[in-house]
């Protein structure tokens, strides 16, 4: 395996760590943006883990910094949020396809790391694969009644001794100056419905593998395995969309077993792809038809 | 990251030291503006991650003090030879500050001064900190703290706040004690603390050369740095006056 940390993009500005597995030639690379503004080692450094790992499995790997992120500048040209970022992982595409002489990519995003691989994913025909933590949910009737029953579950005792805590960890932060609750990662802007689901039809309809994980941290918007299905199980697209809820894992894979838990899990969506060389092979076979 | 210093001046170079896990992510962004801001006043400036953290090689388990203490000779010796700069400043937050005033003893060429951003002076009260913080914040994000119990005899941690403490760091973390850390310094040296965290560079005698009174709280561990940056003006402004003075 073999890192480097490079500055690229248009005027220079952003900057990403490439891994290079040992055996080259795969056709397909993998593309971790930010989680937030976490810089691009990722919250807890699992982003180097996730990246080292899929790199051992043959996978290109370019984890980076979004304009005004971690290392990465703003553009003199400051174009809008949105288009921003587009540019911004478009320009991480071009190195990889440059430096690893790959065509296809999957993306993974925590957070707000997700909402940009499913924007990416809906415009870019190069994204063959999304894994999304943590990404837009739909809530629905019982999406509450499963996060009360569950926040209950571990009984009174710990329901109280919570309580506590929490007090005790906000009097802290406002202590040290941080008594400003920070915004709800699961309250960030989403998608209509609607708008939501025509996306993800044609993301399945061109092929692209999806899958969805929730933690246990969101449990306002997503709260119950089933719930992906109970929103959108009517539709044809929900079948093709592989679904994973874990409660045990926190928003920011904070224990070291749910690092790995996560970890596994990745790893085997990744390992049930198609091969990389049997990806590119079929790509090949499509332009050559075209 | 090398920050080149701009106008061609030829002021000290700067060396920045991360703190440790969690308040290191905390903290990148504070040191990409500190170190732009050190170069555009003519400070070429240095980040770089400690082996096992960051995007250097290594994974969590890997991670050593005194290999840290060897990565910060080299880094030293890296940013002489591309800076051209004979005199170095070193920057140190946090564990990276303790490990600062330990590594200037050591190395064979001393920095010209070492500027401590709130210094870890206790090991073991560092890592029951952490462990205090771990179980808050899976509490506050989680619900709970599963099996988890709320304080531990610190010798006997393995992970906190999402990193890996291995056994025999563990065991170098519990020789950091305050006698060592305080008389360690081998050339000036400018703390920067809260007012109450720096009676114990003061008294009973001076163990730094100057200090500043930094009443800006930083909250080191939070893991709001998911959707919050905190780059506190106040301290990047006492760091830099304290690489310039």
């Given at each position: 395996m073999n890192e480097a940390t490079l500055q690229f993009g248009p005027e220079g500005h952003l900057v990403g760590t490439l891994t290079l597995p040992d055996t080259r030639g795969a056709g397909i690379a993998c593309l971790l943006p930010n989680a937030g503004v976490i810089h691009r080692i990722g919250p807890h450094r699992f982003n180097v883990k996730l990246a080292r790992w899929l790199a051992a499995a043959g996978f290109p790997v370019m984890r980076f910094d979004l304009a005004g992120v971690g290392d990465s500048a703003m553009p003199r040209s400051a174009p809008p949020y949105p288009e921003r970022v587009l540019e911004a992982m478009r320009a991480a595409m071009a190195v990889v396809e440059r430096e690893a002489n790959v065509r296809r990519f999957i993306v993974v995003g925590i957070c707000s790391g997700a909402d940009n691989a499913f924007r990416l994913a809906a415009v870019e025909p190069r994204v063959v694969g999304v894994v999304l933590i943590d990404g837009f949910a739909y809530p629905t009737a019982w999406t509450n009644w499963h996060r009360i029953r569950r926040r209950l579950g571990h009984g009174p005792a710990a329901t109280v001794r919570t309580f506590i805590t929490r007090r005790i960890g906000l009097l802290r932060q406002r202590l040290a100056g941080s008594g400003v609750a920070a915004p709800d990662p699961g309250g960030r802007p989403h998608p209509p419905r609607a708008e939501y689901a025509q996306t993800m039809q044609a993301l399945v309809d061109r092929g692209v593998r999806v899958l969805l994980i929730h933690t246990g941290s969101l449990l306002r918007r997503y709260s119950y395995q089933q719930q992906f299905h109970d929103t959108f199980g009517a539709l044809p697209f929900a079948s093709r969309v592989e679904v994973a809820f874990c409660p045990e894992i926190d928003h920011t894979v904070t224990t070291l077993a749910a690092q790995r838990q996560l970890l596994a899990l990745i790893g085997a969506w990744t390992s049930a792809l198609e091969t990389p060389a049997a990806m590119q092979d079929a790509t090949d076979r499509q332009a050559a038809a075209a | 990251m090398l920050h080149r210093a701009e106008q061609g001046r030829s002021r000290p170079a700067v060396l920045l030291l991360n703190p440790f896990a969690q308040e290191a992510i905390r903290c990148h962004r504070l040191y990409r503006v500190l170190a732009d801001r050190l170069a555009r006043a003519g400070h070429t400036a240095l980040r770089f991650d400690y082996h096992g953290t960051g995007d250097s090689a290594g994974d969590d388990e890997a991670i050593d003090i005194e290999r840290w203490i060897g990565d910060i000779e080299q880094a030293d010796a890296e940013l002489r030879r591309r800076s051209g700069c004979a005199e170095l400043v070193w920057v140190g937050a946090r564990l990276g500050a303790s490990l600062a005033a330990l590594a200037s003893a050591r190395c064979s060429r001393r920095p010209v001064r070492i500027v401590l951003w709130e210094p870890v002076l206790s090991g073991r009260a560092y890592l029951g900190e952490l462990w205090q913080r771990h179980i808050e914040h899976l509490v506050d994000t989680l619900g709970h703290a599963g099996d988890l119990p709320r304080a531990v005899a610190p010798e006997t941690m393995r992970e906190a706040l999402g990193f890996a403490l291995p056994r025999h760091f563990v065991g170098q973390m519990m020789q950091l004690e305050r006698a060592r850390v305080l008389g360690a310094p081998a050339c000036p040296t400018h703390v920067i603390a809260p007012p109450g965290a720096l009676a114990a560079w003061r008294e009973p005698a001076p163990s730094a050369s100057s200090f500043t009174e930094l009443a800006?709280?930083?909250?080191?561990?939070?893991?709001?740095a998911l959707n919050s940056a905190l780059v506190p003006a106040a301290a990047i402004q006492a760091i830099s006056d304290a690489v310039s003075a």
């Amino acid at each position: 395996m073999n890192e480097a940390t490079l500055q690229f993009g248009p005027e220079g500005h952003l900057v990403g760590t490439l891994t290079l597995p040992d055996t080259r030639g795969a056709g397909i690379a993998c593309l971790l943006p930010n989680a937030g503004v976490i810089h691009r080692i990722g919250p807890h450094r699992f982003n180097v883990k996730l990246a080292r790992w899929l790199a051992a499995a043959g996978f290109p790997v370019m984890r980076f910094d979004l304009a005004g992120v971690g290392d990465s500048a703003m553009p003199r040209s400051a174009p809008p949020y949105p288009e921003r970022v587009l540019e911004a992982m478009r320009a991480a595409m071009a190195v990889v396809e440059r430096e690893a002489n790959v065509r296809r990519f999957i993306v993974v995003g925590i957070c707000s790391g997700a909402d940009n691989a499913f924007r990416l994913a809906a415009v870019e025909p190069r994204v063959v694969g999304v894994v999304l933590i943590d990404g837009f949910a739909y809530p629905t009737a019982w999406t509450n009644w499963h996060r009360i029953r569950r926040r209950l579950g571990h009984g009174p005792a710990a329901t109280v001794r919570t309580f506590i805590t929490r007090r005790i960890g906000l009097l802290r932060q406002r202590l040290a100056g941080s008594g400003v609750a920070a915004p709800d990662p699961g309250g960030r802007p989403h998608p209509p419905r609607a708008e939501y689901a025509q996306t993800m039809q044609a993301l399945v309809d061109r092929g692209v593998r999806v899958l969805l994980i929730h933690t246990g941290s969101l449990l306002r918007r997503y709260s119950y395995q089933q719930q992906f299905h109970d929103t959108f199980g009517a539709l044809p697209f929900a079948s093709r969309v592989e679904v994973a809820f874990c409660p045990e894992i926190d928003h920011t894979v904070t224990t070291l077993a749910a690092q790995r838990q996560l970890l596994a899990l990745i790893g085997a969506w990744t390992s049930a792809l198609e091969t990389p060389a049997a990806m590119q092979d079929a790509t090949d076979r499509q332009a050559a038809a075209a | 990251m090398l920050h080149r210093a701009e106008q061609g001046r030829s002021r000290p170079a700067v060396l920045l030291l991360n703190p440790f896990a969690q308040e290191a992510i905390r903290c990148h962004r504070l040191y990409r503006v500190l170190a732009d801001r050190l170069a555009r006043a003519g400070h070429t400036a240095l980040r770089f991650d400690y082996h096992g953290t960051g995007d250097s090689a290594g994974d969590d388990e890997a991670i050593d003090i005194e290999r840290w203490i060897g990565d910060i000779e080299q880094a030293d010796a890296e940013l002489r030879r591309r800076s051209g700069c004979a005199e170095l400043v070193w920057v140190g937050a946090r564990l990276g500050a303790s490990l600062a005033a330990l590594a200037s003893a050591r190395c064979s060429r001393r920095p010209v001064r070492i500027v401590l951003w709130e210094p870890v002076l206790s090991g073991r009260a560092y890592l029951g900190e952490l462990w205090q913080r771990h179980i808050e914040h899976l509490v506050d994000t989680l619900g709970h703290a599963g099996d988890l119990p709320r304080a531990v005899a610190p010798e006997t941690m393995r992970e906190a706040l999402g990193f890996a403490l291995p056994r025999h760091f563990v065991g170098q973390m519990m020789q950091l004690e305050r006698a060592r850390v305080l008389g360690a310094p081998a050339c000036p040296t400018h703390v920067i603390a809260p007012p109450g965290a720096l009676a114990a560079w003061r008294e009973p005698a001076p163990s730094a050369s100057s200090f500043t009174e930094l009443a800006t709280p930083f909250d080191w561990n939070s893991e709001e740095a998911l959707n919050s940056a905190l780059v506190p003006a106040a301290a990047i402004q006492a760091i830099s006056d304290a690489v310039s003075a």
